[in-house]
């Protein structure tokens, strides 16, 4: 299985919104709504901030929001803030009934 | 509170074979539904997923290392352990290990620390 394709870095200002793509194909993106979203601080373990592609866990902000289109799935984050400097990743579960990761995503605050 | 921590040895040689073990706790692989999966990430690069095994003992893993990876429940109930043999140096990487709480649950909620694994000799 491929990893999942997400862009290598996005950036915007404090404020603006942004958007993160995750392509994968019809054996996991396009199948399941089975995608979730980790934030990862440099040092620190991955974070689940989205699964099951648009519900958030308790206590993250819902300035994070997530959806899907086909086979591709995507993170906004709006009212960029300082703190959403990370890297981003994205994961599907497959047909195989496997987990595939997709190739993760700094953002950076201008 | 659920948490995870992950032990082994931060040095392995070459060819060696590699343990590692997930200790848990605030949840039981005895629910049904429930699993703990392995994940790793080399200095720098993204994250991979590795293994994951169920509540009914169901193991997946990665079908790229599938020959070289085993999971397994511990000798305590709130222990999962993960083998790979034939260790190289492109293995050295943090190896991750995380919870995933219910049947239709497909994504990891909590992980550990991670413990960082160095191949050389």
């Known amino acids: 299985q491929s990893a999942l394709t997400q862009p290598a870095s996005v950036s915007g200002s404090p404020g603006q919104s942004i958007t993160i793509s995750c392509t994968g194909s019809s054996s996991d993106v396009g199948t399941y709504n089975s995608v979730s979203w980790f934030l990862q601080h440099p040092g620190k373990a991955p974070k689940l901030i989205i699964f099951d592609v648009s519900n958030r866990p308790s206590g993250i902000s819902n300035r994070f929001s997530g959806s899907k289109s086909g086979n591709t799935a995507s993170l906004t984050i709006s009212g960029l803030q300082a703190e959403d400097e990370a890297d981003y990743y994205c994961m599907s579960h497959t047909t195989r009934s496997t987990f595939v990761f997709g190739t993760g995503t700094t953002v950076s605050v201008l | 509170q659920i948490t995870l921590k992950e032990s082994g040895p931060a040095l392995v040689k070459p060819t060696q074979t590699l343990t590692l073990t997930c200790t848990f706790s605030?949840?039981?692989?005895?629910?049904?539904?429930?699993?703990v999966g392995w994940i790793r990430q080399p200095p720098g690069k993204a994250l991979e997923w590795l293994a994951v095994?169920?509540?009914?003992?169901?193991?997946r893993y990665s079908p790229s290392l599938q020959s070289r990876l085993t999971i397994s429940q511990g000798t305590t109930n709130n222990q999962v352990v993960l083998t790979m043999t034939n260790m190289d140096p492109v293995d050295t990487a943090t190896y991750y290990c995380?919870?995933?709480?219910?049947?239709?649950?497909?994504?990891?909620?909590?992980w550990g620390q991670g413990t960082l694994v160095t191949v050389s000799s």
């Open positions: 605030g949840f039981s692989l005895r629910t049904r539904g429930v699993a």
């Open positions: 095994i169920h509540w009914n003992d169901d193991k």
């Open positions: 995380g919870n995933r709480p219910g049947y239709y649950d497909n994504y990891f909620e909590s």
